[in-house]
């Protein structure tokens, strides 16, 4: 007996050492059912005083790897008796085992919280049984004839079982189990000489405590499949991120190319303009600012007209004067008020149409100026 219970603690202890060296995203799960047992038995009465429920209690602690596997150990503790006409027996049991569970529910539905779950399991049934007189309540047989040791029939089971949530941590669970001992000696008789088995139908209720957020509670836990299903994403958002900050920095480059090009285009532009001979002529002696000398109406002097800040129409820019005085003189405005003006800290001499006291006074011009010169723009200077 001493070296059964040593090597059942030894099963034990190296089955939960091998669970919590593999498991890294499941938790502990304890349960604990209420069986009620029907042995198959020729002495399977009911109907004698002596007569006791057929139950067993079974407390479990266990594993779950995720929401499919699950695997356990357990210890159920009960007692069966029945009778026939002549006899009857008592058998009470003890018997540790491990098992696994497997939950199908995932796989038919993620909407909901239920579980429906094979469940299979090893065991070992360790018992002691009396069989005795109906009549006389005489003691027939013993099983083991020591008292002092106890009778073994390993074996396992089969079933299936039900868990419905209660709360977060909490379910309420129905299921059926039969098992299959090779031992046929749990109702003390034998239906046969060369029968080796005992078969017993196993209905049962209980709880199921998940430790899940008991244990961990200010950790989040997430659905590994949906986990790797958002990193999945994530990757691909990252890998279209830095394709697209790729193709935008060939993008820029080419545009910065392009404008690095124009400008030189521009620069040798400038150059051959500042190159060619100029005719000497009175404009090229006119200081920097020169008004228009396209009409002989009124005149403004350009000296007085910069003299105080105002809201100028702006509808050319030149490196020189010449260029400027040229474009005034073939302008196809018509307003005698134009003059040419140089900005110092530009260094480029603008066309100006007009002056105004305010923006509103200039913005009314400025569409008709447009229509001839799409370019015009506002200043105050």
Same mark, same amino acid.
């Given at each position: 007996?001493?070296?059964?219970?040593?090597?059942?603690?030894?099963?034990?202890?190296?089955?939960?050492?091998?669970?919590?060296?593999?498991?890294?995203?499941?938790?502990?799960?304890?349960?604990?059912?209420?069986?009620?047992?029907?042995?198959?038995?020729?002495?399977?009465?009911?109907?004698?005083?002596?007569?006791? %429920?057929?139950?067993?209690?079974?407390?479990?602690?266990?594993?779950?790897?995720? =929401?499919?596997?699950?695997?356990?150990?357990?210890?159920?503790?009960? +007692?069966?008796?029945?009778?026939? +006409?002549?006899?009857?027996?008592? /058998?009470?049991?003890?018997?540790?085992?491990?098992?696994?569970?497997?939950?199908?529910?995932?796989?038919?539905?993620?909407? /909901?919280?239920?579980?429906?779950?094979?469940?299979?399991?090893?065991?070992?049934?360790?018992?002691?049984?009396?069989?005795?007189?109906?009549?006389?309540?005489?003691?027939?047989?013993?099983?083991?004839?020591?008292?002092?040791?106890?009778?073994?029939?390993?074996?396992?089971?089969?079933? @299936?079982?039900? @868990?419905?949530?209660?709360?977060?941590?909490?379910?309420? /669970?129905?299921?059926?189990?039969?098992?299959?001992?090779?031992?046929?000696?749990?109702?003390?008789?034998?239906?046969?000489?060369?029968?080796?088995?005992?078969?017993?139908?196993?209905?049962?209720?209980?709880?199921?405590?998940?430790?899940?957020?008991?244990?961990?509670?200010?950790?989040?836990?997430?659905?590994?499949?949906?986990?790797?299903?958002?990193?999945?994403?994530?990757?691909?958002?990252?890998?279209?991120?830095?394709?697209?900050? $790729?193709?935008?920095?060939?993008?820029?480059?080419?545009?910065?190319?392009?404008?690095?090009?124009?400008?030189?285009?521009?620069?040798?532009?400038?150059?051959?303009?500042?190159?060619?001979?100029?005719?000497?002529?009175?404009?090229?002696?006119?200081?920097?600012?020169?008004?228009?000398?396209?009409?002989?109406?009124?005149?403004?002097?350009?000296?007085?007209?910069?003299? /105080?800040?105002?809201?100028?129409?702006?509808?050319?820019?030149?490196?020189?004067?010449?260029?400027?005085?040229?474009?005034?003189?073939?302008?196809? %405005?018509?307003?005698?008020?134009?003059?040419?003006?140089?900005?110092?800290?530009?260094?480029?001499?603008?066309?100006?149409?007009?002056?105004?006291?305010?923006?509103?006074?200039?913005?009314? =011009?400025?569409?008709?100026?447009?229509?001839?010169?799409?370019? $015009?723009? +506002?200043?105050?200077?």
């Amino acid at each position: 007996m001493k070296n059964m219970l040593h090597s059942v603690t030894l099963l034990l202890s190296v089955f939960f050492s091998t669970l919590n060296s593999i498991a890294q995203h499941g938790h502990f799960v304890v349960s604990s059912t209420i069986s009620f047992l029907q042995n198959s038995s020729p002495l399977d009465s009911r109907e004698f005083a002596r007569y006791k %429920l057929n139950t067993a209690l079974t407390p479990e602690i266990g594993y779950q790897f995720n =929401d499919n596997f699950y695997a356990g150990a357990f210890l159920s503790v009960g +007692i069966l008796n029945g009778a026939d +006409i002549t006899r009857y027996y008592e /058998t009470t049991f003890f018997s540790p085992g491990v098992n696994g569970r497997f939950n199908f529910m995932p796989l038919i539905s993620n909407r /909901t919280k239920v579980r429906l779950e094979a469940d299979a399991g090893l065991q070992v049934l360790s018992f002691y049984g009396t069989l005795y007189n109906r009549n006389s309540n005489a003691r027939l047989s013993q099983v083991p004839a020591n008292r002092n040791t106890l009778s073994f029939g390993p074996g396992g089971y089969l079933g @299936a079982r039900m @868990a419905f949530p209660v709360s977060k941590s909490l379910g309420v /669970t129905v299921g059926y189990r039969w098992h299959v001992l090779n031992n046929p000696w749990i109702d003390l008789v034998k239906k046969t000489t060369d029968e080796s088995f005992s078969f017993i139908h196993d209905v049962h209720v209980g709880l199921r405590l998940s430790l899940e957020n008991m244990l961990k509670g200010n950790e989040v836990r997430v659905d590994r499949k949906k986990y790797q299903n958002l990193n999945t994403q994530l990757q691909d958002l990252q890998q279209n991120q830095q394709r697209l900050v $790729a193709s935008n920095e060939a993008r820029l480059k080419e545009k910065d190319d392009q404008i690095v090009a124009m400008a030189r285009e521009i620069d040798s532009l400038r150059a051959y303009i500042a190159s060619m001979p100029e005719r000497e002529t009175d404009s090229d002696m006119a200081p920097a600012v020169s008004s228009s000398t396209r009409s002989p109406g009124k005149q403004v002097d350009p000296m007085d007209a910069v003299k /105080t800040k105002a809201f100028r129409i702006v509808v050319g820019s030149f490196p020189t004067q010449l260029m400027a005085q040229s474009y005034m003189e073939k302008s196809p %405005l018509n307003n005698p008020d134009m003059f040419v003006v140089y900005v110092e800290d530009l260094k480029t001499y603008r066309v100006i149409y007009k002056s105004y006291p305010t923006r509103e006074a200039a913005a009314k =011009d400025l569409g008709k100026v447009r229509e001839s010169v799409k370019t $015009a723009w +506002i200043i105050y200077f």
